[in-house]
T-cell receptor, first 113, second 111 residues
Framework: DAGITQSPRHKVTETGTPVTLRCHQT?????MYWYRQDPGHGLRLIHY???????DKGEVSDGYSVSRSKTEDFLLTLESATSSQTSVYFC????????????FGPGTRLTVL | GQQLNQSPQSMFIQEGEDVSMNCTSS?????WLWYKQDPGEGPVLLIA?????ELTSNGRLTAQFGITRKDSFLNISASIPSDVGIYFC???????????FGTGTSLTVIP
């Protein structure tokens, strides 16, 4: 299995509080991605990174920001969490131009009350 | 965003039967992917397709990249209980940086 960890694995927070999720990889892969998974929607891309300090928006980026200061870490921040951001969040990594070969982390279940 | 229509939404089959599922899009993709997700885990890549018309197998799994580049198919032969899970298709744009996922097909195999 690819070396991807996510922390925390579970979190319950209140509306309006800031939340940061961390994705850590040991594979030295260039590309990193954050998705959310909701019933009826499958996986939707939030943000992705194609290198240190290089990030871009995905399909559902509103309300989220990301940072990548090191190759191995990709942080997802909810500046002011809302109940609509209750979801399961997955990080993924991929190596090169054959970006189809994406490997996913175990996920973080976030509940915003 | 891109819409990927995956069907069927769910399937209940007897062990040993073959399974077919498909994914269609209104947009053209340069890559089609099929993933399987077990409960409480992240998706795992099963098959990647990079060329229109390509037919690729991985054990009992066979997937095809449609010639229109707007669809893909996954077949599972002689299903077994461990095939249970949710299967997702995904398409990759020509920039190669963004993935769009279908809504999934939930497969239940009855022993």
């Amino acid at each position: 299995d690819a070396g991807i960890t996510q922390s925390p694995r579970h979190k319950v927070t209140e509306t309006g509080t800031p939340v940061t999720l961390r994705c850590h990889q040991t594979e030295n892969h260039r590309y990193m991605y954050w998705y959310r998974q909701d019933p009826g929607h499958g996986l939707r891309l939030i943000h992705y990174s194609y290198g240190v300090k290089d990030t871009d928006k995905g399909e559902v980026s509103d309300g989220y920001s990301v940072s990548r200061s090191k190759t191995e870490d990709f942080l997802l921040t909810l500046e002011s969490a809302t109940s609509s951001q209750t979801s399961v969040y997955f990080c993924a990594i991929s190596e090169s131009v054959r970006v189809g070969e994406q490997f996913f982390g175990p996920g973080t279940r976030l509940t915003v009350l | 965003g891109q819409q990927l229509n995956q069907s069927p939404q769910s399937m209940f089959i007897q062990e040993g039967e073959d399974v077919s599922m498909n994914c269609t899009s209104s947009s053209i993709f340069n890559t089609w992917l099929w993933y399987k997700q077990d409960p409480g885990e992240g998706p795992v890549l099963l098959i990647a397709l990079y060329k229109a018309g390509e037919l690729t197998s991985n054990g009992r799994l066979t997937a095809q990249f449609g010639i229109t580049r707007k669809d893909s198919f996954l077949n599972i032969s002689a299903s077994i209980p461990s095939d249970v899970g949710i299967y997702f298709c995904a398409g990759v744009t020509n920039t190669g940086n963004q993935f769009y996922f279908g809504t999934g097909t939930s497969l239940t195999v009855i022993p």
